[in-house]
């Protein structure tokens, strides 16, 4: 059985930092191209980051651009997002998704990915 698991959210004060993970179980994330997206109460999903299965090329959005780093680890069939200098405005339920993708590039498009894990949610609150 194919599934992503995210973990790693909560409840963190301005500045702090979180570190989700994306666990992949029923399939090898070596040749698939990872996704982290958010969606926050009455905003469309946005693609934060991803990464690519080939060369580890990796997307921000800009408004994460510094703060966030997305890194895989496939001997442990995870991927993570480092987030650093959390800000009330990164508030949301993250996903992690995957699409097979044998390329150097990864896609910030939601429509795009396959295989959806069932979201963490992060709040940045003091």
């Known amino acids: 059985q194919v599934q992503l698991v995210e973990s790693g959210g909560g409840l963190v004060q301005p500045g702090g930092s979180l570190r989700l993970s994306c666990a992949a179980s029923g399939f090898t994330l070596d040749y698939w191209a990872i996704g982290w997206f958010r969606q926050a109460p009455g905003k469309e999903r946005e693609g934060v980051s991803c990464?690519?299965?080939?060369?580890?090329?990796?997307y921000y959005v800009d408004s994460v651009k510094g703060r966030f780093t997305i890194f895989r680890d496939n001997a442990k069939n995870t991927v993570y997002l480092q987030m650093n200098s959390l800000k009330p405005e990164d508030t949301a339920v993250y996903y992690c998704?995957?699409?097979?993708?044998?390329?150097?590039?990864?896609?910030?498009?939601?429509?795009?990915?396959?295989?959806w894990g069932q979201g963490t949610q992060v709040t940045v609150s003091s």
């Open positions: 990464i690519s299965s080939s060369d580890g090329s990796t």
């Open positions: 998704a995957s699409v097979f993708r044998l390329t150097s590039s990864c896609s910030k498009w939601p429509g795009e990915y396959v295989y």
